[in-house]
């Protein structure tokens, strides 16, 4: 009897193993969005590799984390793993680190993107290994896979039961052509949302299927002229420019004409959104940075008025008096963004996306 009860067990366990063994792929074999030019230094970062003597070596450097990139793939698969390697490793005092570089995994279902669960960092070298879901049913289904907003990825492997197959994504959703690129700050970039799924730009890009490239740098989105000459060169149904938080009243003043026209020259009537610097809970308190916003945004009034004069019909300043509401409650530091903020930022875009992308 014991050596039947022996054999049940051990084969039992044998069982167990080969069910919870996963078959890793490189995810260079899956195509990759939300980025303006293949040409990186390494594939997974934001600016193309020609800027690397040429722009500044901190919005070089934050070129390299991955916020709004995604991979999509299709499986049959019961289960996805991953496994991924950090280029950094950051820890931040006021982001989660699933946020700062971890993933995010939706699935497509019921003609909307589903949100599956996080791939959540779990070591202290940069090298880590995530089950994201288990017990799935075995039929096929359409994958979105968000990277880590503040950190860089230098390898990426998707894990999948033995069994089963990963294929590139049969449907073109979210919509590649055209997309809408956003430029601006640490708040654009994704500061601070728990997880990379809910950043704006991605829920935006959600609920539009519609690509959306996200060119926040965290404390330099200072209206660099490199950076509006990768933007006009590129074909898009829709330009966002949300550099306020970054620049101070005379960058306003001297360079944002000339960032505006650089674009113009490449796309002369590709539709532009301007948008305030937002009223942050903190500046209810703090009388400098009230006076501060309010001086930017005047100034940024006045310039985008001298543009309208000019005869530009394709573009339009957006007031900021309710990016995220007034009870306070939308940021982790009275600056940047929580989950809650980020979702009513969201809202607040969605209708002036929507309109440009209908027309």
């Given at each position: 009897?014991?050596q ?5 067990t ?6 167990f193993q ?7 792929y ?11 030019s ?50 950094v ?14 993933f995010?995994?939706?699935c ?13 960092p ?10 994201i ?28 039961d033995?069994a ?36 704006h730009?991605n829920?935006?890009s ?20 490199e ?5 006009s ?32 020259k ?13 009223i ?11 006076e ?6 005047e ?39 929580t ?21």
């Amino acid at each position: 009897m014991k050596q039947k009860f022996y054999l049940f067990t051990c084969a039992a366990m044998m069982s167990f193993q080969v069910k919870a063994q996963l078959v890793y792929y490189d995810a260079v074999a899956f195509p990759l969005f939300g980025k303006l030019s293949d040409k990186t230094e390494t594939r997974y970062e934001r600016l193309p590799a020609s800027l690397k003597t040429i722009t500044r070596p901190a919005v070089w450097e934050l070129g390299k984390n991955t916020a709004g990139l995604y991979i999509r793939f299709a499986s049959n698969t019961t289960r996805v793993g991953l496994k991924w390697t950090l280029t950094v490793n950051r820890a931040m005092n006021h982001m989660t680190a699933t946020g700062v570089k971890g993933f995010d995994l939706y699935c497509f279902i019921d003609e909307k993107w589903q949100f599956v669960n996080s791939a959540r960092p779990n070591s202290s070298n940069g090298s880590n290994e995530a089950t994201i879901v288990s017990n799935m049913t075995a039929d096929e289904k359409e994958f979105l896979l968000y990277f880590p907003l503040y950190d860089g990825v230098k390898r990426l492997e998707i894990g999948i039961d033995t069994a089963s197959q990963i294929l590139p994504p049969k449907q073109k959703l979210p919509r590649p052509e055209n997309p809408v690129i956003c430029y601006g700050t640490s708040i654009l970039q994704g500061g601070c949302a728990s997880r990379p799924g809910m950043t704006h730009t991605n829920i935006l890009s959600r609920w539009l299927n519609r690509e959306l490239i996200n060119l926040g740098f965290s404390g330099n989105g200072q209206l660099d002229y490199e950076i509006a000459e990768i933007i006009s060169g590129y074909k898009s149904s829709l330009i966002i420019l949300d550099f306020m938080p970054n620049v101070t009243a005379g960058q306003i003043r001297d360079r944002m004409k000339n960032f505006y026209f650089i674009i113009r020259k490449k796309s002369p009537v590709t539709p532009i959104l301007f948008i305030e610097n937002p009223i942050f809970p903190q500046g209810k308190f703090d009388q400098t940075m009230q006076e501060t916003i309010k001086q930017k945004n005047e100034v940024l009034r006045k310039e985008f008025n001298s543009l309208l004069l000019s005869g530009d019909k394709h573009i339009r300043l957006l007031s900021s008096t309710e990016i995220i509401g007034t009870d306070g409650e939308a940021t982790v530091d009275g600056i940047h963004f929580t989950d809650l903020g980020f979702m009513r930022y969201a809202n607040f875009l969605y209708p002036y996306i929507k309109m440009y992308l209908d027309k």
